[in-house]
C-alpha cells in the first residue's frame, strides 16, 4: 500500500528532472493532426526568482489563423505540484478573453482556466488551476505502476519524477490547451 506522500514530488526533485522534460518536449511533442504543421522557436529553461522555469513558444495555423502559444511549466510551492502557464496569440494579438479563446482553439473542459497573475513572473497568464493535481497525479501513476506491475519503490528518484512530469504534461499541459498535441515518449 502506498500513502499520498509516495506520488508527490519536491521543487529539487523537479529542479534536477526539468532539464529531462525540456529534452522531451524537443524530441517527444507531436501533432495528432498530420495535416497541422508547428514550429517551436523558442524552449529555454530560465532561473526567475530563484526558481526554474521552462519557457516555450509554438506556432501553428489552424482555422487559416496565425496561433502562437507561450507557455511556462514551473513548480507550484503551495499545491506542491507543477504547473502550466500560458498565453495565446491569434494573428500575433494577444488574446486575454476566455470566450475569444474558445472561438479559435478548443480547451479541455476536465480543466479549470482562469487569467491570473503568474506566480513567479507576476504579469496576466491563463492558468491550468493546480487544486485537483495532485489527486490526479496519484490515480495515474497508481493505474500506471500497478497496471504494469511495477513497485513504485524500486524506480530511482528521477525516473519516477520524468515518468510524473511526462504524464503530467499529458494531463495539465499542452494537450489541456491545444487537445492536438501530446508527448509521444514512452513512460520509462
Known sequence: MTNNEDFLITIEEFDRCIGKLKETITQDLHCKDRS???KIS???IKEVCNQLVVFVYLTTIKNGNSVGIEFTVSFDRFYIVPIFNFRIYINTKLIFDLEDLKKYICLEEDVDIL???HHILQNPWFQIHPCETSNT????????YEGNGRDLKIDSHDEFTLNYLKIWFNLYG???VLQ???LR???L
Open 137 to 144: 497525479m496519484k490515480e495515474h501513476l497508481m493505474t500506471y
Open 42 to 44: 523558442n524552449l529555454r
Open 180 to 182: 492536438e498535441f501530446s
Open 115 to 117: 487569467l491570473t497573475d
Open 174 to 176: 499542452l494537450p489541456s
Open 36 to 38: 497541422l504543421d508547428f
Open 185 to 187: 515518449s514512452t513512460i
